[in-house]
């Protein structure tokens, strides 16, 4: 089975009105163009090209593909983002966040998906984030927790997820 892409002009529209933050600037480091490849289970595989686009949308919105890993550094004033750029390698791991997005399998068959968040900060952070379902064909708004200070974060879904977009990034003392 190989599902047709879903509009992707109009994703930064939906991920900036679900997630849009405060100011934020277009990351340097775009992903290459690709064909995502996800088993469904022991007969079907979704399938999906992928352009060539930007990790980091306007308004500090991230967009991940399954089997992406993202290096985000943070540029803050006063506790306030002032700016987050995806680069190619954590140079700078007391203001870079890293950011996994994973398919867990069985075999040819999907188990779950995973989003790993590390924070290096001094202090918690919080963010918001939609899921592209791939059964429903539709973006999904899901809760996810704060990452605390210097620790890692596990979100996990029992959905085949081909996208997911993180937002509305804050930091806040405990």
């Not at 620790?151 to 937002?167: A, C, F, M, R």
Request: proline share 6%; hydrophobic share 35%.
């Amino acid at each position: 089975m190989t599902e047709q892409p879903y509009n992707m002009k109009k994703l930064p529209i939906l991920l900036l009105l679900a997630l849009g933050t405060s100011c934020g600037a277009f990351a340097q480091l775009q992903r290459g163009a690709y064909k995502l490849t996800m088993p469904v289970d022991k007969s079907t595989v979704y399938e999906q090209e992928i352009k060539e686009s930007p990790y980091v949308l306007p308004n500090n919105t991230i967009q991940l593909y399954p089997g992406e890993t993202v290096f985000i550094e943070v540029e803050m004033a006063d506790s306030n983002i002032t700016s987050m750029t995806a680069v190619k390698e954590n140079q700078n791991p007391s203001k870079t966040l890293i950011l996994s997005f994973s398919q867990e399998t069985s075999g040819k068959k999907h188990e779950s998906m995973m989003l790993k968040v590390v924070n290096p900060f001094k202090q918690r952070l919080f963010y918001g984030a939609m899921i592209y379902l791939m059964r429903q064909k539709k973006w999904a708004k899901t809760d996810v927790l704060p990452v605390e200070p210097g620790l890692s974060s596990y979100e996990n879904w029992p959905d085949v997820i081909t996208s997911i977009g993180l937002g509305h990034w804050s930091f806040k003392s405990k």
